[in-house]
């Protein structure tokens, strides 16, 4: 449990940036159809996240644990089941949906497939520049070449007037970043947006958006599932699994000296020179870890009970306690309690 000091704690919270988007309570149900009709997705459940400006939090899991529908949720592409989502303090509403956009923007995984190849880069800007930005005729090309230079695809004018195809993939994302950064955004929302490159310029185009969280002062949200490329390129960790959040803190923190037996799973499965070896993830059986969560069930006890090395009784038929450690870190589990 936490020992600090009242007195500090009260100059860190002094000290923390403006919560800028969050999550309160989000729970997602996606209803079956076909011959699964009257089942039902618990794609998330009651999940609080926050995000504060000019930081960058990364929202680590495997494939399927929830956190692209949390992204869409946060951008109101969908809408949660229960809870709400909150801008600056205040709940987004149906009528704010046009403000939010412009407020809140994402970065898709696949840059071949969000960008529409049949128009040219300088319509693909010019669009969130006309309706976001609300950019006269007048000043539209000279705005769109200052966001080719933004994103560092130079000279602007070899640019402007090619199709998306007649990019590489490392220039497409750089399209698509400025296309985001057209709108004059509070927030970027990263769905996994180097996955799909070249290994080579992944590291580019994560120090491209670190370049613009320092300089514009953006809240920035990194989805992925590599948790090595999360402590590079992250202020905080989120961990999730199975719709539930299980672990978050400061980047080194939660990847130094983890809590949640899946943090310290994902951590062996990411090999690290530099970091300690963590715990008791060693020990986990291969074909526990083969067997996924069943996302169809109603949440019972922890959600990784099923393959955890760890668990007990109770963690199968209750929810465990939140503990809090040193430096906001917290975690979900019934080992501390």
């Not at 076909?34 to 998330?44: E, I, N, Q, T, Y």
Request: aromatic share 6%; glycine share 6%.
């Amino acid at each position: 449990m936490s020992t600090t000091p009242p007195a500090t704690q009260a100059a860190e919270a002094a000290e923390t940036p403006e919560a800028i988007l969050q999550a309160v309570g989000v729970t997602k149900r996606i209803p079956l159809h076909g011959r699964d009709r009257g089942h039902v997705v618990h794609a998330l459940n009651g999940v609080d996240l926050t995000l504060r400006r000019g930081q960058i939090l990364a929202l680590v899991g495997e494939s399927g644990s929830g956190k692209s529908t949390l992204a869409r949720l946060l951008a109101l592409g969908d809408v949660p089941t229960s809870g709400e989502v909150q801008f600056a303090g205040k709940p987004v509403r149906r009528a704010d949906r046009r403000t939010h956009f412009g407020r809140v923007q994402m970065v898709l995984q696949d840059p071949f497939s969000s960008l529409n190849n049949l128009h040219r880069v300088r319509y693909i800007l010019s669009r969130p520049l006309r309706n976001f930005a609300r950019t006269s005729s007048a000043e539209l090309e000279g705005r769109v070449l200052e966001l080719l230079e933004r994103v560092n695809l130079t000279p602007a004018d070899d640019f402007i007037d090619k199709y998306p195809h007649e990019l590489s993939g490392g220039q497409r994302q750089r399209i698509a970043i400025a296309r985001a950064l057209a709108a004059e955004p509070a927030v970027l929302l990263g769905d996994e947006p180097v996955s799909m490159l070249d290994v080579s310029i992944r590291l580019d185009i994560l120090n491209l958006l670190a370049e613009l969280r320092r300089r514009d002062g953006l809240a920035m949200l990194y989805i992925t599932h590599d948790i090595a490329s999360a402590r590079y390129f992250a202020d905080e960790i989120s961990v999730m699994y199975a719709g539930h959040i299980v672990e978050t803190g400061p980047v080194e923190q939660v990847t130094q000296e983890p809590k949640h037996p899946y943090t310290k799973l994902l951590l062996a499965a990411s090999p690290d020179p530099d970091r300690p070896t963590a715990g008791s993830s060693e020990d986990l059986d291969e074909e526990d870890l083969a067997e996924p969560p069943n996302l169809l069930a109603e949440p019972v006890g922890c959600p990784f009970a099923h393959r955890c090395p760890d668990a007990t009784p109770a963690c199968s038929t209750t929810a465990p306690p939140t503990h809090t450690f040193a430096a906001s870190h917290w975690a979900r589990c019934w080992l501390y309690s």
